[in-house]
């Protein structure tokens, strides 16, 4: 049996989920919202499910969802797609990630990834024979330093893996940070792998920059993006990846032998929903600003030190001098004694660098935030 995996404990997600079925707690650990998508997206879902096409579709998606993507990033982003040969359809971003890893990495070949992490690339990476080359980001700016990244690219760097805006920091890369990573991907050679699944949910006004289009990085970069995170229908696992064709038909060969397809009424449906007005973004984004700011200010008034939070539907807590050991003994504190699941942040951590936070989501509506806070009171008075 292959020693990444069985040495590999359960994802801290699924674990968090259990905890908080056990005990019967809001679960503000794995994300997820409890809005049950847009209504006019899951019908379109409905109908081609019971009327249309219920077998393979193409390999690469239905045209129609390809020519959908390109016309999106084009609108949204600027970035010009060939639906034809730039795109791709894959099960989730997840599927997206681990085929792009695969095709990418020759075993001993170097990626520089940045923790905090989402968990599945350092596995992916080592499975593929990659050999990780971590840059820790720190608290509470995130941001990158340019000796950590000088001592991290080498001569046989060939992938860099960056996630923005990033999970569970929920905080976005500065265009500086974006244009030094640009400097380095192209200085080295290095193709970058851009998990942007978050890109649409971001707050206060800001835009979403991709790393594709900087200087350098359009022959470089494989863009994802998940449909999950777009529409709040996180178990659809519709993603999708942009490339140039050259890289996209290596892409392709990995993606043959991973899924092959994805279930073409979902297809379909994500096809109509990445064509919703500006407007049914916009308000997207508010609604998810309002719940952050109701469980941030909720939790400030509890005795909290919460971390500000730029995008996704995650925020964090500092949890240092409120009494427990680590991150870990907080949240099984958290769910056991007080009935709210969270995420231990230092499972995004391999090199166990930061053990004082805490994600909680709040992607909820706001009767869940409300009885989570209510029972969170006390905690940061004295030991949960
Ligand atoms: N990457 C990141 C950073 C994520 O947060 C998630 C899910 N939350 C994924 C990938 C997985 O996306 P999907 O469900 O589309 O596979
Ligand atoms: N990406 C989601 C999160 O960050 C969870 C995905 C999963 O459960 N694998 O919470």
Same mark, same amino acid.
């Given at each position: 049996?292959?020693?990444?995996?069985?040495?590999?404990?359960?994802?801290?997600?699924?674990?968090?989920?259990?905890?908080?079925?056990?005990?019967?707690?809001?679960?503000?650990?794995?994300?997820?919202?409890?809005?049950?998508?847009?209504?006019?997206?899951?019908?379109? =879902?409905?109908?081609?499910?019971?009327?249309?096409?219920?077998?393979?579709?193409?390999?690469?998606?239905?045209?129609?969802?390809?020519?959908?993507?390109?016309?999106?990033?084009?609108?949204?982003?600027?970035?010009?797609?060939?639906?034809?040969?730039?795109?791709?359809?894959?099960?989730?971003?997840?599927?997206?990630?681990?085929?792009?890893?695969?095709?990418?990495?020759?075993?001993?070949?170097?990626?520089?990834?940045?923790?905090?992490?989402?968990?599945?690339?350092?596995?992916?990476?080592?499975?593929?024979?990659?050999?990780?080359?971590?840059?820790?980001?720190?608290?509470?700016?995130?941001?990158?330093?340019?000796?950590?990244?000088?001592?991290?690219?080498?001569?046989?760097?060939?992938?860099?893996?960056?996630?923005?805006?990033?999970?569970?920091?929920?905080?976005?890369?500065?265009?500086?940070?974006?244009?030094?990573?640009?400097?380095?991907?192209?200085?080295? !050679?290095?193709?970058?792998?851009? !998990?942007?699944?978050?890109?649409?949910?971001?707050?206060?006004?800001?835009?979403?920059?991709?790393?594709?289009?900087?200087?350098?990085?359009?022959?470089?970069?494989?863009?994802?993006? /998940?449909?999950?995170?777009?529409?709040?229908?996180?178990?659809?696992?519709?993603?999708?990846?942009?490339?140039?064709?050259?890289?996209?038909?290596?892409?392709?060969?990995?993606?043959?032998?991973?899924?092959?397809?994805?279930?073409?009424?979902?297809?379909?449906?994500?096809?109509?929903?990445?064509?919703?007005? !500006?407007?049914?973004?916009?308000?997207?984004?508010? =609604?998810?600003?309002?719940?952050?700011?109701?469980?941030?200010? =909720?939790?400030?008034?509890?005795?909290?030190?919460?971390?500000?939070?730029?995008?996704?539907?995650?925020?964090?807590?500092?949890?240092?001098?409120?009494?427990?050991?680590?991150?870990?003994?907080?949240?099984?504190?958290?769910? /056991?004694?007080?009935?709210?699941?969270?995420?231990?942040?230092?499972?995004?951590?391999?090199?166990? /660098?930061?053990? /004082?936070?805490?994600?909680?989501?709040?992607?909820?509506?706001?009767?869940?935030?409300?009885?989570?806070?209510?029972?969170?009171?006390?905690?940061?008075?004295?030991?949960?």
């Amino acid at each position: 049996m292959n020693p990444v995996f069985t040495t590999l404990p359960t994802t801290v997600f699924e674990t968090m989920s259990r905890l908080a079925r056990t005990h019967d707690a809001v679960n503000l650990g794995q994300g997820f919202p409890d809005d049950p998508g847009p209504a006019d997206v899951r019908e379109c =879902g409905a109908r081609a499910l019971l009327d249309g096409w219920n077998q393979y579709p193409p390999m690469m998606g239905l045209p129609s969802l390809r020519e959908a993507v390109a016309a999106h990033y084009a609108r949204h982003q600027g970035l010009a797609l060939d639906p034809e040969t730039e795109v791709m359809v894959t099960s989730g971003a997840t599927e997206a990630l681990a085929g792009a890893l695969l095709a990418l990495i020759e075993p001993g070949d170097e990626v520089v990834l940045f923790a905090p992490m989402y968990d599945a690339y350092l596995p992916l990476v080592q499975r593929a024979g990659g050999v990780p080359r971590i840059v820790a980001l720190q608290p509470p700016a995130f941001r990158l330093d340019e000796a950590a990244l000088a001592a991290a690219f080498g001569p046989r760097t060939r992938v860099l893996v960056l996630n923005n805006p990033l999970n569970p920091s929920a905080t976005l890369f500065a265009p500086d940070d974006l244009a030094l990573l640009a400097r380095y991907c192209t200085r080295f !050679d290095v193709t970058a792998i851009c !998990d942007e699944v978050w890109e649409h949910v971001v707050f206060d006004g800001a835009r979403h920059q991709p790393l594709m289009a900087l200087p350098g990085m359009r022959e470089r970069t494989v863009k994802i993006g /998940s449909a999950g995170k777009i529409f709040s229908l996180t178990g659809w696992k519709v993603g999708f990846v942009m490339a140039d064709a050259q890289l996209m038909r290596v892409l392709a060969k990995a993606h043959q032998f991973l899924t092959f397809t994805t279930p073409p009424n979902l297809q379909d449906a994500v096809a109509y929903g990445l064509a919703k007005p !500006d407007v049914w973004f916009e308000a997207m984004r508010a =609604g998810y600003a309002a719940s952050r700011d109701r469980l941030a200010s =909720g939790l400030r008034d509890l005795g909290f030190r919460v971390l500000p939070a730029q995008a996704t539907w995650f925020l964090n807590i500092d949890i240092a001098g409120l009494g427990h050991a680590d991150d870990v003994a907080f949240c099984e504190a958290l769910v /056991s004694r007080h009935g709210v699941a969270a995420i231990p942040v230092s499972a995004f951590y391999p090199d166990g /660098s930061v053990r /004082s936070l805490v994600r909680l989501c709040f992607a909820k509506v706001d009767a869940t935030l409300d009885t989570a806070l209510e029972r969170m009171r006390g905690v940061a008075g004295g030991a949960a």
